[in-house]
């Protein structure tokens, strides 16, 4: 008896804690619950319709929608489809939905385009509609359109796809609760996550249903985790994939010898260099980033065929406007300039997308143009590795040439796949090469990342005021000849 009394004292806490909370929340709840399991693998079926059909990751969203704010002409929508992504990724399926619903018959589901219809049901005597399902995210590596392993790995990156549905026209307050087991993986997102006092493997983040975090889980075993100082005041946490993949399958993941794990320490002295040399290119910046930064290098599904030639591409990501700093990048480009822009774009801001004074191609010259010179002269410094001839190799090679880069820059957007045509190459090799070509009539790349370096120092510290520097960017113009 006596241990019976003590367990209920160890537990008093817990229950006081449940009780005593009165939830007021008024607006839209998503639960995200996780567990790592080979159920697919041996039975080659989900263990539950509302889970994820991933190889050893599954997740399942639970929404909670309060009745008061749907009517009968309330319509539900997971969001845009990207052209890009319905196009030529085809991934973001939901191969499930299963809606409990009270009183709202006439609830409108819009689905994307590859999903199944959802399964309604009738709840019982509740004053809120359930929307359970799954959600398929990028995780493999492909090679030749084959993949060669899943890496235990899951994304939701509304930057591609919203993951939460929302009311059709309508933006609501959003809680989303992560359940998911701290023991096995690592969670990150571009939001910072509250901590759960009781209980470490729930952590939660308010915002709103236009604008919800991006999250990334990576399970445990298959990353090593260092941290270490860089810069004047950055503390650096970073995630490396340790799969080796020349014996990983689809059915299996071999994950490295430990031992022989050096990877971490290479990224580290490339990560300190590339930062001490910004910070020291640009001392006179009115703000330094300082504090906490996570980094992701994995591998990832992002690789296929880019503009109208083949061309194997990869991505990265920097995230810093949502109150917490992330880059995630493709393990491939590690060793190239990839490491060196995404670190840039967390040192310089760009101007607004709506603001009048600049245009789109202006906009995108700063933007990442001038970030992907500067990280490609940055590496070469760093590194010794040149990447400006892989550029020239390229456009060449696609006869992009001052014709097309006109053409290219009337564009109102910056993507790979549009209906317009392709844009990126202008800001990743055209106008980045030309820069290059000028650097050796006057002085070197050296000399020329300084210029740069000074203009997004300066652009930075006012805002963007084009009345400031504007003529700066108009002599980039003159340089490139567009």
Avoid at 216 to 226: M, Q, T
Wanted: some cysteine; aromatic content about 12%.
């Amino acid at each position: 008896m006596k241990y019976a009394t003590a367990i209920m004292l160890l537990l008093l806490p817990f229950i006081w804690n449940a009780t005593a909370e009165v939830d007021d929340f008024n607006g839209i709840d998503l639960t995200v619950k996780a567990f790592y399991s080979d159920y697919i693998l041996k039975y080659d079926t989900i263990p539950d319709p509302t889970y994820t059909y991933h190889k050893t990751i599954q997740i399942r969203m639970t929404e909670k929608i309060p009745d008061k704010l749907l009517t009968d002409t309330t319509v539900m929508q997971l969001g845009e489809y990207y052209h890009y992504v319905t196009d030529y990724m085809g991934i973001f399926a939901l191969p499930w939905v299963e809606i409990s619903e009270k009183d709202i018959g006439n609830l409108k589901i819009e689905m994307p385009m590859l999903s199944v219809a959802p399964l309604r049901k009738q709840s019982g005597n509740t004053d809120y509609t359930l929307i359970r399902y799954s959600y398929l995210s990028p995780s493999c590596l492909m090679e030749d359109d084959e993949p060669l392993y899943q890496c235990p790995q899951f994304y939701a990156m509304t930057d591609f796809q919203n993951y939460v549905f929302v009311r059709k026209g309508e933006t609501d307050s959003l809680r989303i609760t992560f359940d998911i087991p701290e023991s096995l993986f690592y969670l990150r997102s571009d939001m910072a996550l509250a901590e759960n006092e009781y209980d470490p493997d729930r952590r939660t983040v308010s915002a709103t249903t236009d604008c919800p975090p991006s999250f990334f889980l990576y399970y445990k075993p298959a990353f090593l985790n260092k941290t270490f100082d860089a810069g004047k005041s950055l503390n650096i946490d970073l995630l490396w994939e340790n799969v080796d993949t020349t014996r990983s399958s689809l059915t299996n993941i071999e994950i490295m010898p430990l031992a022989k794990s050096t990877e971490t320490d290479t990224a580290q002295t490339v990560i300190k260099r590339t930062i001490e040399k910004i910070e020291q290119l640009a001392e006179d910046l009115d703000t330094v980033p300082s504090g906490k930064l996570e980094m992701v290098v994995t591998k990832q599904v992002l690789h296929g065929v880019m503009d109208t030639v083949d061309r194997s591409w990869t991505w990265g990501r920097a995230y810093t406007d949502k109150g917490n700093r992330l880059i995630i990048m493709d393990k491939s480009d590690f060793h190239t300039a990839m490491p060196a822009h995404e670190i840039l774009h967390l040192y310089f801001s760009v101007p607004e997308k709506d603001s009048p004074d600049w245009t789109p191609y202006e906009r995108f010259i700063v933007s990442e143009a001038l970030i992907e010179y500067s990280a490609t002269a940055l590496t070469a410094l760093t590194t010794g590795k040149d990447g400006f001839e892989s550029m020239f190799r390229y456009l060449e090679k696609n006869g992009y040439d001052r014709k097309a880069a006109m053409k290219a820059s009337e564009m109102e957007t910056n993507s790979a796949f549009s209906s317009e045509g392709s844009s990126s190459w202008l800001y990743y090799e055209y106008i980045p090469w030309h820069l290059h070509q000028a650097a050796q009539k006057s002085g070197g790349d050296e000399a020329m990342l300084e210029k740069v370096i000074r203009l997004l120092v300066r652009g930075t510290n006012c805002g963007w005021d084009k009345s400031i520097v504007g003529k700066d960017v108009a002599k980039i113009r003159n340089k490139i000849g567009i």
